[in-house]
């Protein structure tokens, strides 16, 4: 209805996705290629108002614009230390790796079974959404595909085509990152609820099915539920303790004051591509002048670590 496709409401598409280009590296990508397939979808209906989103995001990267001009290569210094094209390897080499990322996405392993293989990130007992959703998924793809000439079917699948896209040129070793593309939730959650939706429509028409269907989906919940939420306060503490670091900055602070200049030795265990991110978090060290090798960084020598 028009209610929904208020100014108001384009205003407010457009504030939070501009809000999310500051909230995590990815989303800086992601809001873009998401206001295209706004601008691309929406603006060819002459909704009244669809230019606010577009233009409220397009704000928000002046202002990244600005930030970023200040403070030369501050935004890619990350990415260029890990991105795929890290160690310099050739295009075709380049597409295999992006293309072994995308799809890792959208494997059943990463959405319903394990998740994240970080700890930190996810349990690791199911994945990162609930194995009852998968069903409401399918038929929420059936929905779209019958009104694939509506903006919501378009625009939900084509931002779900495109989510992982720049989590994909980071190097994870093969293994989706559920930080990265964290942007897909809000269309998978959204594509779940068109599923429920089109569920009921479909249980009214096929009287016999409304209650077998509602207690199906009542007891797959309950059931996951209640094992993911006992494992999660019983087993999970004990499998996660070893991916979680708590109060190793204050460890180092401590050392570090009592180090009275010596070199300090952080860990012959701990992960050295990690490591420093404690060290400077910790002793908020000057940042360099320029960018350097991780191997090489002048905080850490500063620091005699």
Same mark, same amino acid.
């Given at each position: 209805g028009e209610p929904l496709r208020s100014r108001a409401r384009f205003a407010g598409a457009g504030a939070f996705l501009a809000v999310s280009i500051f909230a995590y590296s990815t989303g800086r990508v992601e809001a873009l290629l998401f206001t295209v397939v706004f601008v691309a979808v929406f603006a060819r209906r002459r909704y009244s108002g669809w230019w606010l989103t577009p233009l409220l995001v397009g704000a928000g990267y002046v202002v990244l614009g600005v930030w970023a001009l200040q403070h030369p290569g501050a935004l890619t210094e990350e990415f260029n230390l890990r991105s795929i094209a890290a160690d310099g390897a050739p295009l075709g080499t380049l597409i295999g790796r992006w293309a072994g990322n995308y799809i890792s996405y959208f494997s059943p392993d990463f959405l319903f079974i394990h998740g994240d293989t970080n700890l930190r990130h996810n349990t690791g007992y199911a994945g990162m959404l609930a194995a009852i959703a998968a069903p409401l998924l399918l038929l929420g793809l059936v929905w779209c595909f019958r009104h694939r000439r509506e903006a919501l079917a378009k625009f939900v699948v084509l931002c779900l085509v495109l989510g992982p896209a720049s989590a994909a040129a980071i190097n994870n070793y093969g293994m989706p990152h559920s930080l990265r593309a964290a942007d897909m939730l809000p269309f998978w959650l959204l594509l779940a609820v068109i599923g429920l939706d089109e569920a009921r429509h479909l249980a009214a028409r096929i009287a016999p099915l409304r209650l077998t269907l509602a207690a199906s989906f009542a007891a797959g919940l309950l059931v996951q539920g209640s094992f993911y939420l006992v494992d999660m306060y019983t087993a999970y503490p004990v499998r996660s303790a070893v991916w979680f670091d708590d109060g190793l900055p204050a460890a180092i602070a401590a050392a570090w004051q009592r180090a009275d200049g010596h070199t300090m +030795?952080? $860990? =012959? =265990? @701990? #992960? =050295?591509? $990690?490591?420093?991110?404690?060290?400077? @978090?910790? /002793? +908020?060290?000057?940042? &360099?002048?320029?960018?350097? &090798? /991780?191997? #090489? +960084?002048?905080? +850490?020598?500063? /620091?005699?670590?």
């Open positions: +030795l952080v $860990s =012959t =265990t @701990f #992960d =050295t591509a $990690s490591a420093y991110i404690y060290a400077e @978090f910790a /002793l +908020l060290p000057p940042p &360099p002048a320029r960018p350097a &090798p /991780l191997e #090489d +960084l002048p905080q +850490l020598a500063a /620091l005699r670590i």
